[in-house]
């Protein structure tokens, strides 16, 4: 079985730029969440969907990052414009729990 | 809301040596615990979960942790310690009803380090 793949493994950007993540769920896996873990503390989770709806984003800074799942499967985060504190993992997850590798954001 | 604690963010035991990563749980409703290992660059690996019924769970790489609900514990426990095992481990709660819902709440992380 495929697990979650996540792109691009690593991206450096300067502040006030865009980025944009890109995660591919575990097929057939209708639940998708993005959790952001910033080095030294544990994940803390953004946003959860539910096929192509959101169920929680209560977690999200809605002035700067937006996320979508198009047609129930693959889902980006954006952030936009990014700040110094945006640095972190950005980890993807489906169910039951399967985690991607992770996109690792530095911005300068 | 739900919270876990992760008591000690750093330990450290000699190879062959007993692993203990303790976890305290704060929830309201009966939880789903899980304990996740990360290595480092890289994603988080499932290495044992408790739902229901039995409370001491058996996990992967000699893993295994006990549901204590009268202590609201999860400590994690390995006889016997391996270099392999030096890593990230993270303690993690939901009281979602199961089924498709696991919206985790994590832990602040323990550093295991094993000395040869």
């Known amino acids: 079985e495929a697990g979650v793949a996540q792109s691009p493994r690593y991206k450096i950007i300067e502040k006030r730029q865009s980025v944009a993540f890109w995660c591919n769920p575990i097929?057939?896996?209708?639940?998708l969440y993005w959790y952001q873990q910033i080095l030294g503390q544990g994940p803390k989770l953004l946003i959860q969907f539910q096929n192509n709806g959101v169920v929680d984003d209560s977690q999200l800074p809605k002035d700067r990052f937006s996320a979508e799942r198009l047609k129930g499967v693959d889902s980006t985060l954006k952030i936009q414009p990014a700040k110094l504190e945006d640095s972190a993992v950005y980890l993807c997850a489906s169910v039951p729990a399967f985690f991607g590798q992770g996109t690792r954001l530095t911005v300068v | 809301a739900q919270s876990v604690t992760q008591l000690g963010s750093h330990v450290s035991v000699s190879e062959g040596a007993l692993v203990l990563l303790r976890c305290n749980y704060s929830s309201s409703v009966p939880p789903y615990l899980f304990w996740y290992v990360q290595y480092p660059n890289q994603g988080l690996q499932l290495l044992l979960k408790y739902t229901t019924g039995a409370t001491l769970v058996k996990g992967i790489n000699g893993f295994e942790a006990e549901f204590k609900k009268s202590e609201t514990s999860f400590h994690l426990t390995k006889p016997s310690a391996h270099m392999s095992d030096a890593a990230e481990y993270f303690c993690?709660?939901?009281?979602?009803?199961?089924?498709?819902?696991?919206?985790?709440?994590f832990g602040k992380g323990t550093l295991l380090t094993v000395n040869p």
């Open positions: 993690a709660v939901t009281v979602g009803s199961g089924g498709s819902n696991y919206k985790l709440t």
């Open positions: 097929s057939g896996h209708a639940t």
